[in-house]
Structure formats: C-alpha cells, structure tokens
C-alpha cells in the first residue's frame, strides 16, 4: 500500500464516507416506509336510498277472522313489506261505504300520520304498524278485510304513496300529526256504547278510573285540543306536539 503524500488530504475519503452514509440512509428510510402498515380511510358516504319502488305481488290472505287477539304477528301480515303494511292499515282505518269504496284522500292522510308516529317513536314501521296501538290490529274481524283490500289498485297506490313520503319525496301533509281519531261525536256515541272501551281517550271513566284524555276532548267546545287538521273521515291530532318525518 503507498503511503499519503505530504500534499494529500483526508477531504477525498470523507467525502466518499459522507456520500455512502446517505445513500445507506435513505436506503433505510424507503425501507421503514414501506414495511410500516398505512390504514387508509376511504371517504364516507351516507347510502343512498333508492327513489324507484317495485310493488311485489303481496301474499294471498284467507278472508276469515282472525282466530287469535291480536294478528300483528301473523305470518302472512308480516310477509308484506313495510310500505304495504302502512297501506293496509290506511285503508282499514278509514270507513267504508256500502259497496267497499272509500275515501281516498283520508286514506293517505293516515299514511302519512303513521309514518309521523313512527318516526316520533324511533320505530320501523313494520314494528310500528303492527303494534295494537293501531285498533284493527285487536280487531279479529278486521283481519278478515285484508283479503279484500290488498292487493287492489287502491292498495298498490297507497303503498306508493308511503314509499314517497318515506323517502322524502313528498312533504307531509297532515301538518305534524301523529295520531288520529274519528270525530268526537262519533268518539262520544261509541264511549256511550262500550264505555270500558272507548273512554281513555277523553275526560271519561271506567270503573272508576279517569280516562287520560290524551286528545285534549273538551265536552264544551266538542273538540280536541290537539287538533291539526280535519278530513271526512277523522280529526288529526298531535298529543306530543307537531312532528313531521324527516
């Protein structure tokens, strides 16, 4: 090995160390980088819910009464979807006249009072609707009208319309109610009639118990208190104030 001349420096070989020491630097770092298990979070999207509906062919029902209490938990009930079974429930609550017809525009303002009272009561309105909150679901008689109505043209079109004002398509027109009731003279006659039956809903008694008159029913004026809007059929309430499904 020759030796280091008197006008040599040591500036070459650090030099050349330097240059090593960052290649080996930045070699390290390329590794660590790739050996280190990024997590990436992908942008959130809120799901989008469909505007299209397809009415499937609903179950055929037996036209004979219920043989129990309460047919909420019925199996052929519960194989409609959850727009049909509001549907249903519409048409069952609104009176009917000789021939079966009925009031189509009172039919779809209780649409639209049940999906308010189901989104009052954070419930599905499969849950909802089928719970005996609704009257014809206590009704065994009531069960035997399914078979008559679902189905039908009027059905199919009332389904639609709870699709609509579910999905917000359609803006609620009941003005916030979320329960419904026949008109208080109707109401009075039938707590006359059954009074253990008909008697909660106003200032009346059963057995000595005071009804909790949740309608607000006031024998002077003869009306609700919790009154919102008016068809041929019922009087639209709101007991716990005004609320439209969003």
Not at 9 to 22: I, K, Q, Y
Not at 26 to 38: H, K
Not at 74 to 83: C, F, M, V
């Amino acid at each position: 090995m020759s030796k280091s001349q008197p006008w040599e420096t040591s500036n070459d070989r650090e030099g050349a160390l330097s240059f090593f020491v960052v290649v080996a630097l930045i070699v390290g770092l390329i590794i660590a980088v790739r050996s280190c298990d990024f997590e990436t979070h992908p942008t959130e999207t809120k799901p989008k819910i469909s505007k299209i509906y397809f009415y499937k062919t609903p179950p055929k029902f037996s036209g004979k009464r219920y043989a129990g209490k309460n047919w909420g938990r019925d199996k052929t009930w519960r194989s409609l979807d959850q727009y049909q079974m509001v549907a249903a429930m519409a048409i069952l609550e609104t009176k009917k006249n000789k021939d079966g017809s009925f009031c189509m525009r009172c039919s779809e303002n209780i649409v639209h009072a049940i999906i308010n009272r189901a989104s009052l009561d954070d419930h599905s309105l499969t849950r909802s609707v089928s719970n005996k909150i609704y009257q014809p679901v206590i009704e065994p008689y009531q069960y035997k009208m399914l078979a008559r109505y679902v189905g039908t043209k009027e059905h199919k079109k009332l389904t639609h319309v709870a699709f609509k004002r579910h999905t917000g398509q359609i803006k609620d027109r009941t003005n916030g109610a979320t329960h419904y009731l026949v008109h208080s003279r109707v109401m009075v006659a039938l707590n006359k009639k059954k009074p253990c039956k008909y008697w909660s809903w106003g200032p009346f008694k059963c057995n000595g118990k005071q009804g909790a008159n949740w309608t607000g029913y006031n024998p002077t004026t003869k009306r609700y208190r919790n009154q919102v809007l008016v068809d041929s059929d019922h009087a639209f309430l709101a007991p716990q104030g005004r609320h439209s499904a969003e």
